[in-house]
């Protein structure tokens, strides 16, 4: 957290990243729900709030990417284990597949946005609605 903020006010902040409601994290930070309540209306609580809400979602994010490839894997293994039920396995050959071709798409829509990125830092103007490109 950014030194702008009281230590009470990051103390408060690190419990609301742990809690589940303002009047819990004010209890744990021993800080006064009311107080809690003044400091949620000013604009530099809110933003280092949401930088640290930022962070730690970008941590869980990474953790989950981590994970990815062995989800991926086991996935695959009960679409093609032949002790699994039926139902199993077609639910895992549906789900692999699904996400293959959402994989697809976005790496699609990315090199889109690139191209067009790319024309538009060259001076190009964007295209007419309903002209296609590519």
């Known amino acids: 957290m950014r030194q702008t903020l009281t230590r009470r006010q990051q ?3 690190a ?3 742990q809690h589940t409601s303002l009047a819990k994290a004010a209890a744990a930070a021993h800080v006064p ?3 809690a309540h003044r400091w949620m209306t000013q604009a530099e609580f809110v933003v280092e709030l949401r930088h640290a809400r ?3 979602t970008e941590r869980a994010t990474t953790n989950l990417q981590a994970g990815a490839p062995l989800c991926a894997a086991k996935l695959i293994q009960l ?3 032949a002790e699994m039920p039926p139902t ?3 639910a895992a050959a549906s789900r692999v ?3 293959a071709f959402r994989g697809e798409e976005l790496q699609d829509i990315q090199e889109r946005i690139a191209a067009l990125e790319t024309r538009l830092g060259e001076g190009h103007q964007p295209p007419r609605k309903g002209l296609k490109l590519a």
């Open 54 to 56: 930022r962070k730690l």
């Open 15 to 17: 419990a609301m990243l």
């Open 88 to 90: 199993i396995q077609l």
């Open 79 to 81: 679409a093609l284990n």
């Open 11 to 13: 103390q408060l902040i």
């Open 33 to 35: 729900e009311s107080t």
């Open 97 to 99: 597949l699904e996400l």
